[in-house]
């Protein structure tokens, strides 16, 4: 079955770019849509972005500035970067494939989960 | 930006009863509405889609209902392994939103 798994450091500092990848095995990455959602600890959930098999992205207009969601289809992959951190962005990052591959729909299949805190 | 209230924040409830949960949407979403739950460590479940979808695999007790902005979850005879934090999230325009969450534990 399909799996997701993120990585990248689990500790930035002020100022600079988070930056975190998200394997998808088990399944293709194409024909599908791919999110990032976040958590802060103890918080509800927010929708950072989406990125489509061909690249095209949309952003949540509260941190559009800062994020850039890209693809490898050939390395079945998709990343997160986030510029400019702050201690409010730490929190745990999920990426996760939208059902029946649409873009505006609920999110099935999640990866575990990668706890990033900003700190200095 | 839709915005989602979910009531109560928290809800007792013995095992072996019926639990009610309620999603408001700050405007009409249709039936493009999810749950998930969410236990301590993990990352979210799909339940629920399209308001009253099961997602594969998830046991007939969990139930979904409501269109426009009134929503409900219903969990008939709880099981120990359905307390958990369940979060609704609208899908009907971007940006998608979830609601803060209900809490459901064991009374």
């Known amino acids: 079955q399909v799996q997701l798994q993120e990585s990248g450091p689990g500790l930035v500092k002020p100022s600079e770019t988070l930056s975190l990848s998200c394997t998808v095995s088990?399944?293709?990455?194409?024909?599908?849509?791919w999110s990032w959602i976040r958590q802060p600890p103890g918080k509800g959930l927010e929708w950072i972005g989406y990125?489509?098999?061909?690249?095209?992205?949309h952003y949540n207009p509260s941190l559009k500035s800062r994020v850039i969601i890209s693809v490898d289809t050939s390395k079945n992959h998709f990343s997160l970067r986030l510029s400019s951190v702050t201690a409010a962005d730490s929190a745990v990052y999920y990426c996760?494939?939208?059902?029946?591959?649409?873009?505006?729909?609920?999110?099935?299949?999640w990866g575990q989960g990668t706890m990033v805190t900003v700190s200095s | 930006e839709i915005v989602m209230t979910q009531s109560p924040p928290t809800l007792s409830v013995s095992a072996g009863e019926r639990a009610t949960l309620s999603c408001r949407a700050s405007q009409s979403i249709s039936s493009n509405l999810a749950w998930y739950q969410q236990k301590p460590g993990q990352a979210p479940r799909l339940l629920i889609y399209g308001a009253s979808t099961r997602a594969t695999g998830i046991p007939a007790r969990f139930s979904g209902s409501g269109s426009g902005t009134e929503f409900t979850l219903t969990v008939s005879s709880l099981q120990s392994e359905d307390f958990a934090i369940y979060y609704c999230q609208h899908y009907n325009n971007w940006p998608c939103t979830f609601g803060q969450g209900t809490k459901l534990e064991i009374k």
């Open positions: 990125v489509s098999d061909s690249g095209s992205t």
């Open positions: 996760a494939r939208h059902i029946g591959g649409s873009y505006l729909v609920a999110y099935d299949i």
């Open positions: 088990g399944g293709s990455i194409i024909r599908y849509f």
